[in-house]
């Protein structure tokens, strides 16, 4: 037992440190280390309950699991924040943006209609929906006439142009006063749309990104049935998404850099904070959970709860005073995420 007790910590800090390492190998140099990622939030508990365990036995070896958690505090502050919104501090009104991926409004299930009711009431001046459905044939589900009957001018990426349209939308409240495409992907709806607006004296660039999904079908994996050809489909869809998303998020790095206005982008990226990718654009601009969210921030609405895959970030000239997920609404596998915004 006291030899296990001086193995485990060393494995456990060994196999730690090679996870965070990983973050910083680009996918498309070495796409393995992008699935080490995934094991650093288990990793991070695991240090957690080790080090009170060896804690409680006085044990000198606590110094492993101690390490294993001071060399991981970026991805603990990734994790987890305990920022606080006082409405009473804001001198002026902010803007509220609403970000969410709706499953093109989950018309398998036939809960569209509820949903598209609950984007439609929504209060957000500034409102950017990824994999968006619209059918112009039945009124109800007519989202893009709905919207304009509020007031809200759109900006929608269609690539099938027909009644029934499915891809990306900006609808907001302010005065659009350019709007643009950039392809991420030719064969794919998933790509990056953005609208200039106008606030008061200032104008405000807005992203709406929705960058490579990897489709994996979860519910398949209740079935034992080929489970190694499941297996290895699992790590090839993880692996291409990776190094797709790497090359997308350079496209949109770059078209940021010609932008000559403040600006936010949101929407679903697909990666998870622990990854190459998540800090390649946290480097760049502020991410708005780790600015002014609270709890856990996780915005996946299916088994894998623990997933934060839904981000805003912001450049410099924008400062996020509140970000939240919003679980008011489950007509999606992914939850809205919001965020308050105010021009510096």
């Not at 969210?293 to 088994?303: A, I, L």
């Amino acid at each position: 037992m006291q030899k296990v007790l001086k193995i485990i910590p060393w494995v456990v800090l060994i196999i730690t440190l090679i996870c965070y390492s990983a973050v910083l190998i680009p996918p498309e140099k070495f796409w393995a280390a992008g699935l080490l990622g995934y094991g650093i939030l288990p990793l991070m508990l695991i240090n957690l309950i080790l080090f009170v365990f060896l804690s409680f036995l006085r044990k000198k070896s606590l110094v492993l699991p101690l390490t294993g958690i001071i060399t991981g505090i970026l991805f603990f502050n990734i994790t987890l924040q305990f920022n606080f919104y006082s409405p009473e501090s804001n001198q002026t009104k902010p803007i509220e943006l609403l970000s969410y991926n709706v499953g093109s409004f989950d018309m398998a299930r036939y809960s569209s209609p509820s949903t598209i009711e609950w984007i439609v009431n929504d209060p957000a001046e500034i409102k950017c929906i990824q994999e968006f459905y619209n059918d112009s044939r039945r009124p109800e589900l007519n989202v893009m006439e709905r919207m304009i009957s509020k007031g809200f001018s759109s900006h929608i990426f269609l690539p099938n142009q027909n009644y029934q349209q499915s891809g990306l939308a900006i609808f907001t409240r302010y005065p659009v006063i350019h709007k643009g495409t950039l392809i991420l992907n030719e064969q794919s709806a998933n790509n990056c749309i953005y609208v200039d607006v106008q606030v008061l004296k200032d104008t405000i660039r807005i992203y709406n990104v929705h960058l490579a999904s990897m489709r994996i079908p979860l519910s398949s994996y209740k079935n034992p049935d080929n489970y190694d050809g499941k297996i290895k489909s699992l790590i090839r869809k993880l692996k291409n998404g990776g190094i797709r998303r790497s090359h997308e998020i350079d496209l949109i790095i770059r078209h940021t850099e010609s932008c000559d206005y403040p600006f936010i982008i949101c929407g679903d990226f697909n990666d998870i904070p622990y990854s190459y990718n998540y800090l390649k654009l946290r480097n760049h601009f502020t991410n708005s959970f780790e600015e002014s969210g609270s709890g856990y921030g996780f915005s996946f609405n299916r088994k894998l709860f623990f997933l934060r895959i839904d981000h805003h970030f912001v450049s410099d000239g924008i400062e996020p005073i509140r970000y939240w997920v919003d679980r008011s609404i489950n007509g999606s596998d992914h939850f809205p995420t919001r965020g308050l915004y105010q021009i510096r």
